[in-house]
């Protein structure tokens, strides 16, 4: 265990130098990467060109995934290093802070001095320096587990299994493989067969976690006519009665009527489908560059889908964004007349915030790029006692978890990736966050808390904890709205920016973001506006989006962000 003067003396220097040591090594890989992918051997022919042209795309991608992951492990480290000088510094600061109050901090202990220092003073200290102390030990098992990724990536040196790089094109992929089994299939297959798969098996992989993001774009561009007959027919071919009788709350007919709901889910996914295929076929999406990343109508009653804004495949730095309650296809995602839905527009304002370039038609494309995909996967509760419940959160996150997993092994180099999300999303992210590392700033906001898999009592504080999400301490956000009611709940947990509530966590990991104006940028009140372009939330999140320190703390935050190092290539 790391004690209060342990943090004293800590420096993240050698962890710095560490990581980028790591980063200058991982870039031969990159380059024999690129090296086996152009090369091109002229005195094979027939099969024999087949088999070494297969061979080469295999060693091509093992060299590219030593080039990710052994840059991934030296941004962690040096993501350590500046979590680690920002924790001595906090320690001093404490310590200074706690002196005006005539308090001494000593061995990590608060004491009082004087009979004009409160016990409440007294104790106000003592969890601040456990709540640094705790954050110390999450950094100590973030350390340790980069450690373990380091030894691991000796793994990665060996080569995919037989049964995957062989697995053809005759059948469709095993259900039981990984995100990075079913990429070393895809990058096994020749551009042919790739092609192939594409036009005669879209429902293959326009689903599938490990398949690059253009190739689920167009595998479910093609499913859409099929689609749309599919639910044309089933709305035509409706056999119960389309309207039932009304009910009160106490299940008594009220004399009025209402659709079928089993009628009316057909109707919304039709809907959804059809202001997809809509949102698609605009110019606007053409001249950004949206993409169908998800789309999947036969896991429930409800269409589920995803769209991605930018170049997904590519971009530098990558938001998931995961909306909330009464989120649907046919609003969130497009709407009926072909426009972007409210999630899409909450990702792209935040792109633009950024300050970075994500749209296909930027002329003017320099430096680095962002891109963000509007994830909804899920079925969405639809109202609040439905919001009430985690289940479907639960379900949700294992989802959004192994999403993440397969945008991180077919992106073009490590992205920097980060989960923004809203609501009930909050909920799902959450989930997501303790299921897979490959998220490096999580920002949640309107939470109505977060819950753990592992909380099998149902403690009503959730968690609110960095070692839970798998995440450092200093890359966790949180934003919080004057008269949203939703954190102001506490239905799932802990309000993880902690203000505005009955219910105070002492010990949470977040910072609080700033949603009040600040230097010329709107604030925002209420649940439904966290991202609106010009806002200061939305401003934050931008620059947390690339990689740079927020620059509007909200006072009652327990924790100041951490002054981070450009993201390092």
């Not at 426009?339 to 633009?352: F, P």
């Amino acid at each position: 265990m790391v004690s209060f003067n342990d943090i004293l003396q800590w420096s993240g220097n050698s962890l710095a130098d560490a990581g980028n040591a790591l980063i200058a090594a991982s870039h031969k890989y990159e380059f024999a990467s690129q090296e086996l992918t152009d090369l091109r051997i002229d005195n094979f022919k027939g099969e024999s060109a087949k088999a070494e042209d297969k061979k080469r795309r295999i060693l091509a991608d093992d060299a590219e995934d030593l080039w990710k992951q052994i840059t991934d492990a030296g941004r962690d480290l040096i993501d350590v290093a500046d979590t680690a000088d920002h924790m001595r510094e906090s320690a001093y600061a404490l310590i200074s802070e706690a002196a005006g109050d005539n308090i001494s901090i000593r061995d990590g202990k608060a004491v009082g001095h004087g009979p004009s220092t409160s016990s409440e003073t007294e104790e106000k200290y003592q969890h601040k320096v456990d709540n640094l102390v705790g954050q110390a030990n999450d950094t100590i098992q973030f350390i340790e587990r980069t450690c373990r990724h380091i030894i691991n990536l000796k793994n990665t040196a060996l080569a995919p299994r037989n049964e995957v790089i062989d697995h053809g094109i005759s059948e469709a992929p095993d259900a039981s493989w990984t995100p990075e089994d079913v990429n070393d299939w895809w990058t096994s297959l020749s551009p042919e067969e790739q092609q192939s798969v594409i036009d005669n098996h879209p429902e293959w992989i326009g689903n599938l976690n490990g398949i690059p993001m253009k190739a689920r774009d167009q595998s479910n561009r093609k499913r859409i006519p099929e689609m749309k007959n599919k639910i044309d027919k089933q709305v035509q071919e409706f056999d119960e009665p389309k309207e039932v009788d009304k009910l009160n709350a106490r299940g008594e007919p009220t004399g009025q009527k209402e659709l079928n709901p089993k009628y009316a889910a057909l109707l919304e996914k039709q809907k959804g489908i059809y202001a997809l295929e809509k949102l698609l076929n605009s110019d606007d999406s053409k001249n950004v560059g949206r993409t169908l990343l998800v789309l999947d109508d036969s896991s429930s009653d409800r269409l589920r889908a995803a769209v991605g804004s930018g170049d997904v495949d590519h971009a530098d730095h990558v938001v998931t964004h995961t909306p909330g309650m009464d989120s649907r296809a046919s609003s969130t995602l497009a709407t009926e007349d072909g426009g972007r839905g409210s999630g899409v527009a909450e990702v792209e304002d935040v792109l633009d915030e950024s300050g970075r370039s994500w749209r296909a038609n930027d002329t003017n494309r320099t430096g680095e790029t962002v891109a963000g995909v509007t994830w909804l996967g899920y079925d969405a509760p639809q109202g609040i006692e439905e919001a009430s419940l985690s289940d479907r959160a639960a379900d949700a996150g294992r989802d959004l978890a192994n999403f993440q997993e397969g945008l991180q092994a077919t992106h073009q180099g490590d992205p920097h990736l980060v989960s923004m999300d809203h609501s009930y999303g909050t909920l799902v992210g959450g989930y997501a966050g303790q299921l897979t590392d490959a998220v490096d700033d999580h920002i949640v906001a309107g939470s109505p808390g977060l819950r753990s898999y592992a909380d099998s009592s149902f403690d009503i504080h959730g968690t609110t904890d960095a070692s839970d999400l798998n995440a450092l301490p200093g890359t966790l956000y949180a934003a919080d709205a004057n008269l949203d009611w939703v954190p102001a709940s506490n239905v799932h947990g802990d309000n993880p920016a902690n203000s505005g509530t009955f219910i105070k966590s002492y010990d949470t990991d977040f910072v609080a973001l700033e949603t009040g104006e600040e230097d010329g940028l709107k604030g925002v009140t209420g649940h439904e506006h966290y991202f609106e372009r010009g806002s200061t939330p939305a401003h934050n999140m931008g620059k947390i989006l690339v990689h740079e320190k927020p620059e509007h703390i909200a006072d009652s935050s327990l924790n100041q962000p951490v002054n981070k190092r450009p993201w390092p290539k």
